[in-house]
């Protein structure tokens, strides 16, 4: 799994802030007020601990901040441990915490400790991306989106679209993963030569770890783009030419769908 960067994190805040801004304007719901309404769940003051993981490639920069300022900027209750790994969870139950987030290298999980729940940041981040160009108000006639990138938060994202019933093209690099998609899901296979399928989208998901695999024939002018894939899989110059509107940011929409996943 391609893991994040410092880098990576280093706008994140004025991104969180940005998209929440974008999300308002195209579903009319903030992103609190979407996940509210997407998982029927709200908060009701718990306390959310964050403890710092070592194992692995260890400690992030910033991670753990990353996501205090998520809980904050939301109006919720949190902390970061002060000691890390199995002494920091042992001093988050000590401290009164409701639900623990933590990750290592492998997964990244939010944990209620009152109600038992627990929730994955692959799938509850490709269903809030997914939730997000369903919502979309001046999208909502067009049920076809292309999802391109079929792994563990793209697959997710499928599922999704399929309960929302869009129409859903897919692809992905490995024509295997294209194939085992299209026999366990309703869904149809992206392919520009059938004259079946739709060339350009006005709804696309993105889930890569890949630049540029939103290439300018797929793209319609002021296409929407859900992609929660890092590095960013459009280029700048498309993003311009298009007048594309692009929802994009490293981990915090991710973190919240968590959240209201195990509320
Ligand atoms: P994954 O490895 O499970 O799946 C990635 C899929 O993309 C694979 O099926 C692969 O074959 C496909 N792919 C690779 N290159 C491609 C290309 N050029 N064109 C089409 N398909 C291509 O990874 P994942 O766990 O699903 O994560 C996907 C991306 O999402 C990663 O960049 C990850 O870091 C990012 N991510 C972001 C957030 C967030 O909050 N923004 C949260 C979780 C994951
Ligand atoms: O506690 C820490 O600082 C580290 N142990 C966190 C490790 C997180 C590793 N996972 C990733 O980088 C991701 N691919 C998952 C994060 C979700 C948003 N992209
Ligand atoms: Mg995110």
Not at 192 to 209: L, R
Request: hydrophobic fraction near 40%.
């Amino acid at each position: 799994m391609a893991l994040l960067t410092p880098e990576d994190l280093a706008n994140m805040t004025n991104a969180l802030v940005e998209n929440d801004r974008l999300i308002t304007e195209l579903t009319d719901y903030s992103l609190d007020g979407l996940c509210r309404e997407i998982y029927d769940t709200a908060p009701h003051n718990e306390k959310i601990a964050i403890i710092p993981i070592t194992a692995g490639n260890g400690i992030i920069g910033s991670f753990s901040e990353s996501l205090l300022f998520t809980v904050k900027h939301f109006g919720m209750d949190g902390f970061i441990t002060e000691n890390t790994d199995v002494a920091g969870y042992y001093e988050a139950v000590m401290k009164g915490a409701d639900i623990i987030l933590m990750a290592d290298d492998l997964a990244y999980i939010a944990h209620n400790l009152k109600n038992g729940k627990i929730a994955h940041n692959q799938i509850c981040t490709g269903r809030i991306y997914a939730e997000i160009l369903c919502h979309a108000k001046d999208y909502a006639d067009d049920k076809d989106v292309l999802v391109i990138g079929l792994g563990k938060v793209g697959t997710p994202a499928v599922e999704t679209f399929l309960k929302e019933k869009q129409n859903v093209y897919v692809f992905d690099v490995d024509s295997k993963r294209v194939d085992e998609v299209v026999s366990n899901y309703p869904v149809f296979k992206y392919d520009p030569n059938d004259s079946k399928t739709p060339k350009s989208f006005f709804k696309i998901f993105e889930a890569t770890p890949c630049a540029d695999t939103i290439c300018e024939d797929v793209l319609k002018q002021n296409s929407l783009v859900s992609t929660p894939g890092i590095p960013c899989g459009i280029s700048g110059e498309l993003i311009e030419k298009y007048g594309i509107r692009i929802v994009l940011e490293p981990l915090g929409i991710g973190t919240l769908s968590m959240l209201y996943a195990v509320f």
